[in-house]
């Protein structure tokens, strides 16, 4: 005997909205975990090692820093650009996004300078100009390098183990965490109906967990540090 | 033939701006049309050559100087419509950085070169392909191109002298001195037009021949007509086209052998000492001498206390290299917008 109830057609529709701020949220942590999972860029397989580029690069900044003629900021200009032109179309917009933003940032910080003495104009447009090509060197740099071959460079010149570890660590962990937001907040949307008051609740629910979730994991790898061996010091690293 | 800041009347200026809006609006919604996609980031490398040719001085009669614009070369590879975007962004460049033409001025001389140019050239280049059956013969063709592209440089030209020569007879203040150009038609016409038909149509004509016959020979897939007819797109390498690039950037100090100004690009100190039917002209025009005028980050491709010669070729590559970035970011713009999954 089916009871009435269920004969009834239900014509309940609920009210959007209940989890658009978890689709949203998951759209920009699955971006920015995807960003560092399978880094973006191309480095190619006849590449220079990751040393010797990292050394250049420095030297190139070191160099482009201490010059003080416009002739060194046009050379370092025409070949950057010329290189980037060969690049993709995708990657040259990376690139040159993340530069120009830098160097209006230099350019708003200077910005009273220039205003408070006028004869100083194009010393402060030099920096701008500067800040502009460094910023392409390292983005080049960055793109066409992996990121352990970026850390190994880095042990190669003696850069102390636990920045080392830290940086590996770090980013490591932002990619396990996303992962672990974006499975709570899956759960979440399939749960909610309706329209959801209570947001603010439910953030700090998922913040919550990724935290107790988060301090588990180091405590665990803490000690599968312990069983291999880890004696509290990063000097054999 | 780049028309300086201040020669021209803001009015006209915004006269030839207006009327260059819809042109360029027709010939970017043409591109997408009649262009593959894989196509256009390539555009910039025609605006390269266009950029590069524009760096060639070769000096005219009269002691003043002249250049290629290389506008119908590129409606060859490219069509009429990739060609005006793609001269008119080579044009922007070259006002906003190197000072060459002005900014104020940048409609007309889009006008000139961009419009007037590449569509005139191409016309009578299908015209005589039509005409003589040039489907078979390449003889054929590279006459026509030769014959378009020159007679495309004339009628930008002429335009130019056009534009220049009313100037006088609109603006004047209370004493009868012209405010903007101080040439009127019965001098700016000849002044402008038998330099350009005697040596620099020459020289487009022989460029855009050259250029367009190492095309063909090596990137068949680059030639306008064979995009459209869907023929010789096996995807070359463009190697030798990079090459070509390359080898015109090493020469461009040549352009600086031709010392001199050229017609109508002087600057506001040079003007009044410009001698003209045996007597100078004597006075600067108001709108000249305080007119408004933006300070380009390079101008006429040099520096201060800087190796001319190096200058020019630094210049050459960050101009080519920055008109091929801005038509690949430019295509990747175009490629997220319109996505057609009928064809």
Same mark, same amino acid.
């Given at each position: ?25 998951? %759209?920009? #942590? =699955? ?9 973006? @860029? ?5 590449? $220079? /090692? +990751? ?38 179309? %995708?990657? #040259? =917009? ?9 160097? @209006? ?5 200077? $910005? /009273? +300078? ?124 | ?342 064809s």
């Open positions: 005997m089916i009871p009435e109830w269920m004969k009834n057609e239900d014509t309940y529709v609920p009210p959007g909205g209940g989890g658009t701020f978890a689709v949203r949220t998951i %759209r920009a #942590i =699955g971006g920015a975990v995807g960003r560092l999972q399978f880094q973006q @860029g191309h480095e190619k397989k006849y590449a $220079l /090692p +990751a040393l010797v580029k990292l050394f250049i690069l420095v030297a190139a900044i070191l160099a482009l820093s201490l010059s003080h003629h416009r002739l060194v900021m046009l050379a370092y200009t025409a070949v950057l650009l010329l290189y980037l032109c060969t690049w993709p179309p %995708r990657d #040259i =917009g990376h690139i040159l996004a993340g530069a120009l933003a830098a160097a @209006g940032l230099t350019l708003i910080l200077v $910005l /009273p +300078a220039m205003f408070l003495k006028p004869e100083g104009v194009s010393g402060n447009l030099n920096l701008v100009w500067k800040v502009f090509l460094s910023v392409v060197m390292v983005s080049i740099f960055n793109h066409t390098t992996q990121w352990n071959h970026i850390t190994g460079a880095l042990r190669r010149l003696h850069v102390p183990g636990i920045f080392i570890f830290t940086l590996d660590i770090t980013l490591k962990y932002v990619v396990l965490l996303g992962r672990f937001i974006r499975d709570v907040l899956t759960a979440y949307i399939h749960r909610a109906v309706g329209r959801n008051d209570k947001k603010y609740q439910s953030v700090g629910g998922v913040m919550g967990l990724t935290f107790l979730r988060g301090t588990e994991m180091s405590r665990e790898m803490y000690e599968a540090m312990r069983c291999r061996g880890f004696t509290d010091d990063y000097k054999g690293l | 033939m780049h028309i300086p800041e201040n020669y021209l009347s803001p009015l006209t200026c915004g006269i030839m701006t207006a009327a260059m809006v819809p042109v360029w609006t027709h010939a970017v919604k043409k591109i997408q049309v009649e262009l593959p996609k894989d196509k256009l980031p390539l555009i910039g490398v025609g605006a390269a050559f266009s950029f590069l040719a524009m760096m060639f001085n070769v000096p005219l009669v009269g002691g003043t100087t002249g250049h290629a614009v290389g506008g119908t070369l590129i409606a060859l590879l490219f069509g009429p419509n990739a060609a005006c975007i793609a001269v008119s962004v080579a044009l922007l460049l070259q006002a906003v950085i190197f000072g060459d033409g002005g900014i104020l001025a940048f409609g007309a001389n889009c006008f000139n070169m961009a419009f007037v140019l590449p569509y005139f050239g191409y016309f009578v280049y299908t015209q005589i392909v039509k005409r003589f059956g040039g489907d078979k013969k390449d003889g054929v063709r590279y006459a026509a191109a030769a014959i378009g592209s020159y007679l495309g440089l004339s009628l930008a030209a002429l335009c130019t002298a056009i534009e220049f020569g009313i100037q006088p007879m609109l603006f004047k203040d209370s004493l009868g001195n012209a405010l903007y150009c101080p040439y009127d038609l019965s001098i700016s016409i000849p002044a402008m037009m038998i330099p350009h038909l005697v040596v620099a149509g020459f020289v487009e004509a022989a460029f855009t021949v050259a250029v367009f016959a190492f095309v063909k020979k090596t990137s068949p897939d680059l030639i306008f007509e064979n995009i459209e007819a869907g023929t010789g797109m096996k995807g070359k390498s463009h190697v030798p086209v990079f090459a070509l690039v390359a080898a015109l950037i090493a020469a461009t100090p040549l352009g600086l052998l031709a010392t001199g100004t050229a017609w109508g690009e002087w600057g506001a100190d040079e003007i009044a000492e410009v001698v003209t039917g045996g007597k100078a002209l004597g006075y600067t025009p108001s709108g000249l001498a305080n007119g408004w005028a933006l300070e380009p980050i390079m101008p006429d491709y040099a520096l201060e206390g800087m190796n001319e010669v190096v200058a020019y070729i630094l210049s050459a590559i960050i101009g080519a290299a920055l008109l091929v970035i801005i038509f690949k970011l430019l295509s990747m713009a175009l490629k997220g917008k319109k996505v057609s999954y009928d």
